[in-house]
């Protein structure tokens, strides 16, 4: 398995209230990115990072905020939750386009419940 | 924009009997095609790509999935259904992103079911 951890697993939480997922990887892979699972939706991307301190929006980035420091590690917050944002979070690595052919490593993902 | 579809929310099939997870795909250009799994309160891992050449794509646990351009589609196959896939099925499509990252648009998923 691909050295993934997020933390914390499982989070409910209050509306309004802020929030930060943390990914931590020990593969040293340039890309890091979160996406939401939920029903109906199958995975999206929320944002995405391909260096330290380099990150983009994805397709469903409003009311979330990322940030990267180190190469190990990928935050996702969110700066006021809403019920919307209750949904399993999970974040990915890959090498890039010149390493592989476009296979991403997922954590074991974050369930949160905004209340 | 590249999407991929996946018809059926459900599959079931009996232990033994071949299974078929069907998908489609609409990209420009030539597809980076992929299927993952995922068993329940885990992540999604990953079984095989298509990238090029040999339509016919082996993957892990004895799945294999079947490129045709002309049917646009990337239908995942296995010849004999075990209990132990019954999971939740992802197709998806790789679009290069800014910067070099690979997104993965993913299909809304199939449930398999294998029954004895």
């Known amino acids: 398995d691909a050295g993934i951890t997020q933390s914390p697993r499982h989070k409910v939480t209050e509306t309004g209230t802020p929030v930060t997922l943390r990914c931590h990887q020990t593969e040293n892979h340039r890309y890091m990115y979160w996406y939401r699972q939920d029903p109906g939706h199958g995975l999206r991307l929320i944002h995405y990072s391909y260096g330290v301190k380099d990150t983009d929006k994805g397709e469903v980035s409003d009311g979330y905020s990322v940030s990267r420091s180190k190469t190990e590690d990928f935050l996702l917050t969110l700066e006021s939750a809403t019920s919307s944002q209750t949904s399993v979070y999970f974040c990915?690595?890959?090498?890039?386009?010149?390493?592989?052919?476009?296979?991403?490593?997922f954590g074991e993902g974050s369930r949160l419940t905004v209340l | 924009a590249q999407s991929v579809a996946q018809p059926e929310d459900q599959v079931n099939v009996a232990e033994g009997n071949p299974l078929t997870v069907k998908c489609t795909y609409s990209?420009?250009?030539?597809?980076?095609l992929f299927w993952y799994v995922q068993y329940p309160n885990r992540g999604l891992q990953f079984l095989l790509k298509?990238?090029?050449?040999?339509?016919l794509v082996k993957g892990s646990y004895g799945f294999e999935a079947e490129f045709n351009k002309s049917q646009t589609s990337f239908h995942l196959k296995k010849p004999s259904a075990l209990v132990s896939d019954s999971a939740l099925y992802f197709c998806?499509?790789?679009?290069?992103?800014?910067?070099?990252?690979?997104?993965?648009?993913f299909g809304t998923g199939t449930q398999l079911k294998v029954e004895l």
């Open positions: 998806a499509v790789r679009y290069i992103l800014t910067g070099g990252g690979n997104k993965l648009t």
């Open positions: 298509y990238i090029t050449g040999d339509n």
């Open positions: 990915a690595i890959s090498e890039g386009t010149s390493g592989n052919t476009g296979e991403l490593f």
């Open positions: 990209v420009s250009g030539n597809p980076y």
